[in-house]
């Protein structure tokens, strides 16, 4: 936990020995594209708060809470995870850490739950950095298109003024 958490509170980590253990490898980190600092900070933060099998449970709030940010930060630190496909929306509060990344019960546990993925899902096949960025920008386009969206819609071209 940061310095800054326990100023705001934040619920203390387990101690250690209270902490499930499992067999956690980093190797996929070396397939990690550039990300903001935010991000690779939300990254650390879930690597520790995962169990076994990579499900994070955690909303948003608390795991601005445990980094302390702002929600917001978190909110745009959490779409860079997503298009580095570190990090799996699987619902409000329940975030999946890609295999390679996430802790397992043993070394064969891990080696079983990576030998399972689809070749196009591993991080380490591939050109990772410019398919990140493809992914990125896609979203990005996406998050435009939506606004714009917005835009027009709250339009009231069927309404009159009165007079």
Not at 45 to 71: F, K
Request: glycine share 6%; hydrophobic share 35%.
């Amino acid at each position: 936990m940061t310095t800054a958490a326990a100023e705001h509170g934040s619920a203390t980590p387990l101690p250690r020995h209270q902490q499930a253990a499992g067999y956690i490898s980093y190797d996929g980190l070396d397939y990690v594209p550039r990300l903001p600092p935010t991000s690779y900070t939300l990254l650390l933060h879930m690597l520790n708060r995962q169990q076994i099998g990579g499900l994070v449970r955690a909303t948003h709030e608390e795991l601005a809470e445990g980094v302390a940010m702002d929600r917001g930060v978190i909110s745009r630190a959490m779409a860079y995870l997503v298009a580095a496909r570190l990090v799996r929306v699987k619902g409000r509060g329940k975030l999946q850490i890609h295999a390679m990344l996430a802790k397992h019960e043993s070394a064969q546990h891990r080696y079983d739950a990576i030998t399972a993925l689809p070749i196009e899902e591993r991080l380490d096949v591939g050109h990772f950095e410019e398919e990140y960025e493809r992914r990125f920008a896609l979203h990005q386009q996406e998050k435009a298109e939506k606004a714009e969206k917005r835009k027009t819609s709250t339009a009231r071209g069927h309404l009159r003024s009165v007079t």
